[in-house]
């Protein structure tokens, strides 16, 4: 990664003010050396002492360095590496920290990468021009993140208070580099972890465990310490990713009280448990457990449930409980087949479980009234089947638009018979949110089916959404009272709703000029979108008004530029777009970024505009709505990508209306 010094202002930076602090800042940069001599020195410190005797010289450190600056740890080999330091200019002198009391809310921040060992003294870069430009200045700049080669993914964690990229600064140098959020909203760098192949980053539920994997093979368990920095605290090694083999797979548990993890080259299953004083440790393996990769379904290779494991090896699929109590994995039950299973399935309320041979008979068998796992049902032919979300319903597609809706809430020794329903052409089926709807199409067919119970149990069609070209989407909203559908053929965008009378009737129908390149609803189901990806072309913002009408707002972009995204914040009072120009054409300013809020009087009011000097891959909200994050590419052109950078702002406050 190249060591950079990065200033990072809000608002205008042409004040007297700013001028100053930009000079201090260049001083400050010129009496780095020291610094960079003092990393260097505890660095090597810490690699000829045992754990154990780690604290004082990082006690020393601290004490060395000058007010203001913290050092960020790496996550590597268990020996805390400096790898990091950043600074905050409230700890300049007094003549540097008297700001104009307008301007009392800009609190510049200058960070370092330059703790590395190989980073020598004189090496570290003077502070470039920025890459942006913004037309308001409304946002207030937070952080930037480069790496030399592509960044891999940028993302912000539920509560929004925390940070992680991934990517790489050579096509042998990958790392997962993390920030947090502390109360004052300021972000500092708390980890970095590095591999030589790809690196992929989970947090559990609570956000106070990272897992890492990457590709190399190596898992790593990470907590965080007193300091707020990730530190080690577990590591499993497993088969490097090999040609014609999938890389290793590793999750948390539903839970998030266990880890596991699957090697595709040795087929073996290792588990991490959380004990009861908070440590993670290997479960223990009295027979070794042995897992066939899936053939169908586009499942992983196994299924982790609350309290149980399922595996699948040849012709039997074997259900594995966790005892904690003796730290163990214990087999619970074997469901065997005259030939070889192709896929094997557990419901996540873990009552029932499912088998599909090669000859496409799938076997559900469960739990019945004596506590005993037997065999309730086989369907014969069936070309797809999947459990809904909850577990209670089961979903056999069987051919020709063929389909069968199995209840799993009784405990019986049988299932019920089950419902069958065609859709001629369709090959798809999908639950609403509450499962007491379902939707069928199909690129084969022109037309979407909207299915419901009759109010006795019956499954009834209760209405058609016509279109005049095959389906490419179809999805229930939150609320389940609008249907979003599009065709690439005739390039529309329809919304169905149900009525006072709860009849469903077509509300909004959007005709695009080309084809529908994303529809969707936003995550609350009260926006949603239909976007076209070519140049100088029309794309829609939809949303309900206060009586429940749904109504389409166009979309003004600046010239030259093409949609390549839009999103929403969770309280549906902002959205943005994004998108790139064409650089064969146009290399000045290839990127933009376009936030829109909602004013007092409901409608939509373009508030800022940021174009950059690098195409835009992705901008989206954190989710509390209150950042916005930009992953820009260098060039996107090139076989060896030549730099990726994200970019982080604070959206002002503003009243969210519901």
Partial sequence: MEPSAQSHFSGSSG??????????????????????????????????????????????????????????????????????????????????????????????????????????????????????????????????????????EASISPTSKNLFITGCDSLRDFSLRTWRQDPDGNWSENGWIRGSQKIFGQLNRSEDTLLSLCDDGNVKVSTLNNDGCWEEVAALAHTPLERNYPPVTASFSPLHDKIVTFDPRNLKINVLRLDSNGRWTPQHQPKEIICAMQTELKKPPFKTTNNYLLTLSNRSATIWGFNDENNCLEEKTVMHSRVK?????????????????????????????????????????????DFSPSGCKLLAYLDRGAFMLCNCNSNDDTLDKGQFFRHIASDTAIFSPSENFLLSYGNQTSDVCIWGDDGEGNLINKAWIRHQGAINNAAFNDQ???????????????????????????????????RVDDSRFSSSGRMACALNFTTDSESYILWRDDDGKWIKHAITIPDGYAIRGAEFNGADNRFLIYGSKDIQKDHHKPGFVQLWGRGDDGKWIDEELITLDHRVRRAKFSPDGDYLMIHCANDLTCAIPKGSTALLWKIPARERQS
């Fill in 15 to 152: 004040n007297a003010t700013t001028r100053n602090l930009v000079i201090d800042q260049q001083a400050l940069i010129k009496g780095l050396e020291p610094l960079s001599g003092l990393v260097a020195k505890f660095n090597k410190s810490v690699s000829d002492v045992s754990a154990s005797n780690q604290t004082q010289p990082l006690k020393r450190l601290k004490l060395d360095l000058p007010p203001g600056w913290l050092a960020t740890r790496g996550i590597g080999d268990r020996k805390p590496n400096i790898v990091g330091l950043s600074f905050s200019t409230n700890h300049l002198s007094p003549d540097a920290s008297v700001v104009d009391a307008s301007q009392s809310h800009e609190q510049p921040h200058i960070e370092m990468i330059p703790g590395d060992g190989r980073i020598e003294p004189g090496s570290i870069a003077p502070p470039k021009s920025g890459i942006f430009q913004c037309r308001t200045n409304s946002l207030e700049f937070k952080l930037k993140a480069s790496f030399g080669c592509y960044i891999q």
């Fill in 480 to 514: 389940e009272d609008s249907v979003l559908t599009s065709s690439l053929n005739d390039n529309t965008v329809k919304i169905q709703s149900l009525d006072s009378q709860g009849q469903w009737q077509e509300q909004l129908v959007v005709q695009l000029k080309g």
């Fill in 341 to 385: 299973i192709k896929a094997a399935l557990l419901s996540n309320d873990e009552q029932h479980a499912l088998t599909r041979d090669i000859a496409k008979n799938v076997i559900i068998s469960g739990y019945d009234n004596n506590g005993d796992w037997v065999d309730k049902k086989t369907i014969p032919g069936c070309h797809y089947v």
